[in-house]
């Protein structure tokens, strides 16, 4: 397991842009694969999107597609998920999850180190 702290979300109007970012205190998040989950109230956590580690292929849900963007920054110690074009049904508390394969699993029991959960809310 690692240790993960997210930082960013908020509050925005629908069409505006947010970034959500996780991060591994004082280590490097290069050698995990790090997906974003985001769960709203009354649902089930559902995945938004993925980087896998080493080759650094992406994978998004088809509601976010072409609207988010999951990348390596920082020197590659911190993942960012930017969020544009947002949606009243994006707003959800957003978790970021690591694990060691190099896949990018979709079902949350697939990950064993999860971050605190960061609060997106789009008003209409």
């Known amino acids: 397991q690692v240790p993960l702290v997210t930082s960013g979300g908020g509050l925005v109007q629908t069409g505006g842009s947010l970034k959500l970012s996780c991060a591994s205190p004082?280590?490097?998040?290069?050698?995990?694969?790090i997906s974003w989950f985001r769960q709203a109230p009354g649902k089930d956590r559902v995945f938004v999107a993925g980087?896998?580690?080493?080759?650094?292929?992406?994978l998004y849900t088809n509601d976010v597609e072409g609207r988010f963007s999951i990348s390596r920054t920082s020197g590659k110690r911190t993942v960012t998920l930017e969020m544009n074009s947002l949606k009243a049904e994006d707003t959800a508390t957003y978790y970021c999850?690591?694990?060691?394969?190099?896949?990018?699993?979709?079902?949350?029991?697939?990950?064993?180190?999860w971050g605190p959960g960061a609060q997106v809310t789009v008003s209409s």
């Open positions: 004082g280590g490097t998040l290069n050698i995990y694969t």
């Open positions: 980087i896998a580690r080493v080759t650094d292929t992406t």
């Open positions: 999850a690591a694990h060691r394969a190099e896949l990018i699993p979709t079902s949350q029991a697939s990950y064993n180190s």
